[in-house]
């Protein structure tokens, strides 16, 4: 599990290589026409915020044409992601996709697509996964943590965002990593997480790096799951200082439909990529805890092989697909 996870941290690392490896000499042609650009969340969360995000800097380099964000929410994301390849593959529509949901909903079976179904054109960042605690908590460090969840295997509450998803899996992956038994408790989503955790009704939570930042002061953050400690929470240590080599979290994307053309593909990576390498962009995901990725057409399909062998594993632990 640790070779695999370092092996894709060196294919981002290449991803997102200084500016002579991997992004175009300038940008590329904007399109004729407005893109839409559909969503497969409510709006508010941070695959939300990404989207305005690059709505912004589109919008200052195209200045002839809108973004024009939908959304379609539902099961997930997996009602959206069910109903993608039924876009026009014209180019000027793309969907907001997340890992490892599109490859943990298909083994779970209650989705209407594979996937194999989904076509990502460009992954562009990921949100690093967090371990937090009320501030008002008697843990001040995750050498308290670990003594406090072993002391009473089981009793410990860490809340998350949805089941079989992200947060659900690093939870399973902080129990199997570190010798302990926690419970996770799921939330519908990361509003109704951050009252019980802020509230103290639940003893921590399994997030991300932007819920961390955005609550400083409500909450305590005590592991960080990147390769260096993040620079708003410089005093957090990484995973992999306390031992286990775990750089991980959600990643965001665009994909397009199965019609779209390899020409169209490659014109929307390149604007993506163009994007994340915006000084405005890269001040936007900073200030947000988004930490970029440039996983574009060459880098693809290595990068997929090994999200989809590491999260079928995380699978197996979850049990998904056991109860059909």
Known sequence: M?????????ILCLAAAPAAMAQP??????????VLYWQAFPPGGESDLSARHQQVVLKKKCAAIDTIIQYKAGAGGGLMW????NLPGDGLNVVGINLPHIVFQPIEGEVQYKTADITPAFWFHYTPDVLVVPESSPIKSFADFVAAAKKSPGKMNL???GLNSANHAAHERLNAAFGI???????????????????AQ???AVTYTPFAIANRGKVRALAVAMEKRHPLMPEVPTFRELGVDWIDGAYRGIGVPKSTSPENRKKIADMWLALNNDPEMKELAAKSGFELVNVGNEQMDAFMRERIKLYVEGAQRLGLGKKK
């Open 2 to 10: 640790q070779s695999k996870i370092r092996h894709l941290f060196s």
């Open 25 to 34: 000499a300038a940008m590329p042609a904007c399109p004729e026409k407005n």
């Open 82 to 85: 069910g109903q993608m390849n």
């Open 159 to 161: 809340g998350g965002s």
């Open 181 to 199: 038994q926690s419970t996770y408790v799921p939330y519908k989503g990361t509003g109704d997480m951050s009252m019980a955790v802020v509230g």
């Open 202 to 204: 639940i003893d921590g």
